[in-house]
């Protein structure tokens, strides 16, 4: 029998301003949950202002009852944050909320439908102040690099290597890359994470999905792009894919990722346990949780929240002095995201109103003074 590993997220509200969820957000969805004859289990978490509804069951991925439910709970969520007046009470799912300018476009989705192995070990990444294409570094490093997965090197399960499925979010494109071979052709476009993201990774010698993010589409508002921020992403571990350890290790190296304060800024992505999952400082830094599970029979054993080891502190040392050091920069790129790529933006505004005080040059570029 096959099980569904569906992880949906949504920021329905942030407690206090866009820093945390409320606990009575989360008890609403435990007690929705709990009262659901879809499930065989679920847990509940957040990161940041997002609330994370982990489930598992038989109906496969893309299941219009498990995407209700879902959606129906966060609807609950949400008349819980507007009774409590919470900061952007429903802005993921209400095209009239209050927050920012982005709105309404849906929870985030990842899941995957798997045969449950002898031992079925699964991390569930969350990311908070971030977009999908954060995961792009870690997971290139996890399932391609060597360096940071000598699994790829010694372990005769995995020494074939994994095919990345990557999106392209602008023209709704998608393409196969088999890694090793074809890493210098995939970086190209994968080193431009604002645009081309990983939505699935799979065992090249089973065909058997290794991970899969929220990756999606980007949508066209107003002349510009837009799309789902906070992502998630859920990775199968051990025997045949890499080893919890050589998943986390990704993340011992803080990278460069876009979001942050007004989803307008380039910082480093915090690696936290979920009692730390509160970005405050300057709205962030951006950060990630990661809840390790045992499945069985579609039982969540667990969670074990895996950044919760000394062994991180120095990769979150390292996160707070790039932070210190970005923030310096202020309104200034590369810290402030380029204009095409900032959620919040003045400049049509700004440049409407001193239009005609921009004076041409002269063609002649000598006498250009
Ligand atoms: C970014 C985020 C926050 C808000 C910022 C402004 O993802 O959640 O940085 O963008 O606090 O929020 P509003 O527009 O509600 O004032
Ligand atoms: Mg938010
Ligand atoms: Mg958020």
């Known amino acids: ?10 920021d329905v509200g942030g407690f206090v301003g866009h820093s945390g969820v409320h606990p009575e957000l989360v008890k609403k969805a435990c007690e929705e949950l709990d009262a659901s004859p879809l499930l065989i289990d679920h847990h509940v ?36 944050a507007k009774k409590l007046k919470l900061c952007g009470a429903g802005q993921d799912l209400l095209s009239d909320a209050f927050a920012g300018n982005i709105k309404g476009l849906g929870p985030g989705v990842a899941e995957m439908e798997i045969e449950e192995r002898k031992s079925e070990t699964v991390i569930i990444l969350m990311a908070d102040k971030t977009g999908a294409g954060a995961w792009n570094l870690p997971l290139y490093k996890i399932f391609a690099d060597p360096f940071n997965t000598t699994g790829l090197i010694i372990d005769p399960n995995m020494h074939c290597g994994f095919n990345f499925e990557v999106y392209d979010l602008v023209e709704k494109k998608k393409i196969n890359f088999a890694a090793p071979e074809e890493i210098y052709d995939m970086l190209v476009f994968i080193g431009a994470p604002g645009r081309f993201v ?5 065992h090249r010698g089973t065909g058997e999905i290794a991970a899969v993010s929220s990756a999606q589409p980007l949508y066209r508002v107003a002349g510009r792009y837009v799309g789902k921020d906070d992502p998630v992403c ?34 480093p992505l915090l690696p936290v346990e979920v009692k730390d999952a509160h970005p405050v400082r300057f709205d962030g830094p951006p950060r990630v949780i990661a809840l390790g599970f045992q499945l069985a029979g579609g039982k969540l054993v667990g969670p074990q929240d895996m950044f919760a080891d000394p062994a991180f502190d120095n990769a979150r040392q390292v996160a707070l002095d790039i932070a210190d050091y970005m923030r310096r920069m202020g309104p200034f790129e590369p810290h402030r995201l380029h204009l095409d790529e900032m959620e919040y933006t003045t400049m049509p505004q700004v440049m409407r109103k001193l239009k005609d005080r921009f004076i041409d040059l002269p063609e002649d570029r000598e006498t250009g003074t």
């Open 1 to 10: 029998k096959k099980i569904t590993l569906s992880v949906i997220k949504a």
């Open 45 to 80: 978490t957040y990161v940041g202002d997002d609330i994370n509804l982990i489930l598992t069951h038989e109906l496969g991925c893309n299941n219009e009852d498990i995407r209700r439910l879902a959606r129906n709970i966060l609807s609950a969520c949400t008349e819980v």
């Open 198 to 202: 990983i939505k699935h990774v799979y």
């Open 234 to 267: 859920i990775v199968r571990c051990q025997t045949g894919y890499p080893s919890l350890g050589e998943v986390l290790e990704a993340f011992s190296h803080p990278h460069l990722v876009a979001g942050w304060l007004r989803g307008s800024h380039i910082g």
